[in-house]
């Protein structure tokens, strides 16, 4: 809670200026900034991150495994070549990303432990004013931004997210959400249900089979998975032909894009060969006769939501040995040792892990203004995925669903990076997207294709997220091969940014009329 005091102190002192303030130091945000300094080397900016250090997912996820669900030639850089096994440890990725810190030289410029708790875009200024909580220092400071890149993620970190069923007040061992995970937990002799069939789940649940006398994974909706050995043919032999690390990170990258493509291609194009393929892998790796119909396949079609890769098939491996075990059931109730299911079994436990998701953070659920004016980004249209109509001045880093993220936080670096540039060379001090008059009657949709893409978190989350329209700039697009030559490719001066200056900035670059400030419709 911050005191009178402090409200009255961060209202009277000047704020610290930047050209651009970067939110969140996690693989956005380094990614982020390591190119604004390639590209736009006389910017002035800052890293705030909220957390004590980097990382931001990996640094608040510590459950035992965790491990990324995507290979890292993809979640890794562009421009900083992974030369590991392709899916990763959190203590790797921390290793990776402390790398990049260092190599791009952007330790000076984070600033750890600064919480952004309200952003107003001042039309006088032309400039974002930031009320910013110093966790360290225990005070409230002020900054100012020309522009705002939002790199902190989509995570809520402060809070996982656990559905309330009946009688968890009563049950008398432990409930945890892997987001805040114990730490020294002795798990030893206890009889543990992780509820929920994802990624966490399948990083959990081996990981947890030596520790505890037994592991069980209730799910209610079984999830399709994909098991394969923790390796890369091509990119063991062309380590082993002592090919430079940047051109293997590249051909390995170009190989997973399209591989990943190949594979959603055929999840449109022919679905039940595709599951039967992902089902029939499973059911090699588990004992003769266990009911793969009843725990593995799913009532929804492959890459709906995404499939999680399980390295080695350690899932399996801990359930065909049998140190876990998979129940499908919905719950009826929790008692005082235990679940009691739907179907009437029960389920005694010591200790019960809601790996059931997480809640999302829409722009780091930070207060939004425009000259003291509520945001809201319901009522917003997006550019792309990236910026949206009547919010000057920022951008927004959101990555894929069925590609990894950082493939698209590398694509809006570079149209950010190129954004900022034209408006420096043109005089510009603030740009927005607008719709045109073609574009005001058309049809507006949620954030996504919910057909296409449907996790939990976002769809608890629609509501509270931009609108899409029905034409590709006004979409989130989540083709990587297409964003990959669009995204470069966009026009700055394509009438659907509006760029405001001052008077004398836009005489001197020889602006017309039509380029000044238009409102958003």
Same mark, same amino acid.
Request: aromatic share 10%; net charge negative.
């Given at each position: ?88 440890? @959190? ?114 649940? %081996? ?14 909706? %079984? ?29 390995? @990258?170009?190989?997973?894009? @399209? ?11 022919? &679905? ?26 799913? &009532? ?69 203004? *425009? ?19 009547? *919010? %000057? ?94 995204? %470069? ?12 200056? @001052? ?19």
């Amino acid at each position: 809670m911050v005191s009178d005091r402090q409200n009255i102190a961060a209202g009277t002192q000047q704020p610290e200026k930047f050209d651009v303030i970067i939110v969140g130091a996690g693989i956005s945000g380094i990614g982020s900034a390591t190119l604004l300094r390639k590209h736009c080397p006389d910017l002035s900016f800052a890293i705030l991150e909220a957390l004590e250090g980097h990382g931001g997912t990996w640094l608040i996820h510590k459950y035992p495994g965790t491990r990324s669900d995507s290979d890292l030639f993809t979640f890794g850089y562009g421009f900083k070549p992974w030369t590991g096994q392709p899916i990763a440890s @959190r203590d790797q990725i921390l290793d990776y990303l402390g790398d990049a810190i260092a190599d791009a030289g952007l330790g000076p410029f984070i600033r750890y432990g600064h919480s952004v708790t309200s952003a107003n875009w001042s039309n006088e200024t032309a400039s974002w004013q930031l009320t910013v909580e110093r966790k360290g220092a225990d005070d409230v400071v002020q900054m100012e931004a020309s522009f705002l890149w939002m790199c902190q993620g989509y995570y809520r970190h402060e809070k996982g997210y656990t559905p309330q069923w009946p009688g968890m007040d009563r049950f008398k061992g432990q409930i945890i959400h892997p987001q805040h995970w114990p730490e020294g937990l002795d798990l030893a002799g206890k009889n543990v249900t992780v509820i929920g069939s994802g990624a966490t789940a399948a990083t959990l649940i %081996p990981a947890l089979a030596d520790r505890c006398a037994h592991v069980t994974m209730l799910q209610r909706t %079984p999830t399709y998975f994909a098991a394969g050995r923790n390796a890369d043919a091509l990119a063991e032999e062309l380590r082993r032909l002592d090919v430079d690390p940047a051109w293997v990170h590249e051909i390995m @990258r170009r190989k997973v894009v @399209r591989d990943r493509a190949d594979l959603l291609d055929r999840a449109q194009s022919s &679905p039940d060969k595709l599951k039967a393929m992902l089902i029939g892998g499973v059911q090699a790796l588990l004992p003769e006769g266990f009911d793969v119909d009843r725990h593995f396949t799913p &009532p929804y079609r492959p890459l709906q939501q995404r499939v999680a890769f399980v390295p080695d098939g350690d899932l399996f491996k801990a359930i065909a040995e049998g140190k876990a075990s998979v129940v499908t059931d919905t719950i009826s109730t929790f008692d005082e040792t235990g679940i009691v299911l739907s179907s009437g079994e029960r389920i005694d436990a010591d200790v019960v892990i809601t790996a059931t998701g997480f809640e999302m953070a829409v722009m780091g659920e930070i207060p939004f203004s *425009i000259d003291g004016a509520p945001v809201n980004f319901a009522q917003t249209v997006t550019y792309r995925g990236i910026m949206f109509t009547g *919010i %000057p001045n920022m951008a927004w880093v959101y990555g894929y669903g069925h590609y990894s993220w950082t493939l698209r936080a590398d694509l809006v670096a570079g149209f950010v990076c190129r954004l900022l540039d034209h408006m420096h060379k043109s005089g510009a001090n603030s740009v927005m997207p607008v719709l045109m008059p073609e574009d005001q009657g058309m049809e507006l949709k949620p954030w996504v294709d919910t057909d296409y893409l449907n996790p939990g978190y976002l769809l608890r989350s629609l509501d509270r997220l931009p609108r899409r329209g029905d034409t590709p700039e006004w979409q989130h697009s989540q083709d990587y091969f297409y964003e990959s030559e669009a995204i %470069p490719a966009i026009d700055l001066t394509d009438p659907v940014f509006a760029y405001s200056y @001052r008077p004398m900035q836009r005489e001197a670059a020889g602006m017309g009329h039509h380029e000044t400030m238009r409102k958003a419709g």
